[in-house]
């Protein structure tokens, strides 16, 4: 193997039920060749989805394994009563109280509040930083200086070492942007190869914003345009490989309060590419997904493994064969769709490690 360690893959997913659900259903199989990064979905009331965040992770992450956690896109409002404290500040004391290992997504463009909270969740939790850069197109984000770095270290009193490099490319949808935000990713770690990381990762996403246009009663094929733009990146990486992120069965970018109930959809991964079958709404009681299940069996993307590919795989299972009493919601599609995403693509790195 021409690694020196074994390819991981750091999925970046939504910190909502669905997500956690699929994480608390992981084989030991996958769950030892992931790292994942949880985003926290703003709302209005930061306290509430700070609890529920932290509740959902007491109740799904797997004994002993450490969450990555990105509370960027929370304002940094002070949630603490008594002393100070921002949100980053409340998920430490809350992870802690609930035995999660926590690792604080930090940038360096953060202030000095945020990144003081983080030093501080470093110390209680012991398991590190992530740093998170963006080259995404549609990103003004520049590039650290050597300087800014250092001076990021030096607040969180921490090693290169005892940091994760994430690099995010955000959006990719097509051909030449995939290998525009690839040159970008790898520009990325040329100028940041100085330092040595933990682990490094190049992330994309190339999943839609939503499913609306997608014709009903049928699968669509989406590419994994993000896959393919980690492919691009190592083929040009010969001495340190980055591991492989993204951003799940969703977009990037964190999404607008939806509206309304969801037709019964599928978003099922293959080795290149999502199938995503969206199917009218025409019985009740979301009837309409057990026929999906049915005709998603029974087509060429179903597994050779089958209902034993994933904890969600065999709901889906359950439900083409009317086992269950009810077919799920928006939900646990949502949840049954990322446990497969997950046991495909722990599946196909631990497979390419071992080429």
Known sequence: ?????????????????????????????????????????????????????????????????????????????????????????????????????????????????????????????????????????????????????????????????????????????SRPACDHLAARALTALKVLSPWRWRRECVAAGAFPANLTGFPRGQATAVARRDAQLWRRVLSECHERSPDFGDFGVTHPRLPLKSRGTPDPNMRYTTSEDWQVFVYPRIRSGNDDFFILSADLVDSSCWPVTGARTSWGDARIKECAMRQRAKAGGGTEWRAWATSHHLAVVATELMTLGHA
């Open 1 to 173: 193997m021409r690694w020196g360690k074994p390819l991981a893959y750091v999925p970046i997913l939504k910190g909502k039920a669905g997500e956690f659900s699929a994480l608390e259903h992981v084989t030991p199989a996958v769950r030892s060749c992931i790292r994942p990064v949880m985003e926290l979905v703003p709302d209005p009331d930061v306290r509430d989805v700070l609890e529920s965040f932290c509740d959902r992770a007491m109740d799904a992450v797997p004994q002993g394994m450490v969450l990555t956690v990105d509370s960027g896109a929370l304002p940094a409002a002070r949630v603490l009563e008594g002393d100070a404290g921002g949100p980053l500040a409340r998920l430490s004391e809350s992870m802690g109280l609930r035995g999660v290992l926590m690792c604080p997504v930090v940038r360096f463009t953060d202030s000095r509040d945020i990144l003081a909270e983080a030093s501080q969740a470093v110390a209680a939790h012991q398991s590190g930083a992530c740093l998170r850069l963006s080259v995404a197109v549609d990103s003004s984000e520049p590039l650290p200086q050597r300087a800014q770095i250092r001076s990021l270290l030096r607040g969180l009193r921490l090693e290169p070492e005892e940091v994760d490099l994430l690099i995010d490319a955000g959006p990719v949808d």
